[in-house]
Each structure stands twice: as C-alpha cells, then as structure tokens.
C-alpha cells in the first residue's frame, strides 16, 4: 500500500500560479504511474495529469494542456503539478493518485490522498 500526502493549494489570483506536491511513503514509488485528479464543488472527480511509472510519458486533460506541467522525482518520493495561467475554472480541490500501471492516463487509481484547495479568484 501506498501513502500519499498532497500539499501547495492555496488562493491565487487568474492568470497566477501554484505548484501542488505529492509526497508518496509506503511501497516502491517507481512502481506507480501517478498522477492528479480535480473535484470542483457540484462536479464529478475528473483527471488533470498522469505520469509513467519511468517518467517518460505524460498525459493531460484538454482543458489544461499547455498550462500544467506535471512531473515526479523517484529519489525524493514525490510528483508535483505546476499550475500556469491558472483561470477561476481550475477552482477544485485537487487530488493526487496512483496506481499499479503501465501508462500515463489513470482510469480508476487504487491509492488517494486526501485532497489540497486550489481556488482561483477572478
């Protein structure tokens, strides 16, 4: 089993920027393709950004391709989403996952974290 423990929301202003962590403890980190999830408040779960188990393929949501980068460092244990240009539509708690995979696009990951604010104000 694996733990995993975000951090980095907060209340930025559109067009600002935030960057989320994820600090995964528990099992062999590069065994998971990780990635993150959002939740805004009346709306379903619905994937942001995954990344391989090697790091070498990423896969991300219409939506916010080409503003949110997301990346991991197996050495430290963790996978991190830098927000750019973030607009009050990205205004979700954000969740990171993971799962036992090959494979950049997570479907239904096995392990959650419990969620960080991000609200963007306009």
């Known amino acids: 089993q694996v733990q995993l423990v975000e951090s980095g929301g907060g209340l930025v202003q559109a067009g600002g920027s935030l960057r989320l962590s994820c600090a995964a403890s528990?099992?062999?980190?590069?065994?998971?393709?990780m990635g993150w999830f959002r939740q805004a408040p009346g709306k379903e779960r619905e994937f942001v950004a995954g990344?391989?188990?090697?790091?070498?393929?990423?896969s991300y949501a219409d939506s916010v391709k080409g503003r949110f980068t997301i990346s991991r460092d197996d050495a430290k244990n963790t996978v991190n989403l830098q927000m750019n240009s973030l607009k009050p539509e990205d205004t979700a708690v954000y969740y990171c996952?993971?799962?036992?995979?090959?494979?950049?696009?997570?479907?239904?990951?096995?392990?959650w974290g419990q969620g960080t604010q991000v609200t963007v104000s306009s």
């Open positions: 996952a993971g799962d036992l995979q090959y494979g950049s696009r997570l479907y239904s990951p096995g392990y």
């Open positions: 990344i391989s188990r090697s790091g070498s393929r990423t």
């Open positions: 528990g099992r062999t980190f590069s065994n998971y393709a």
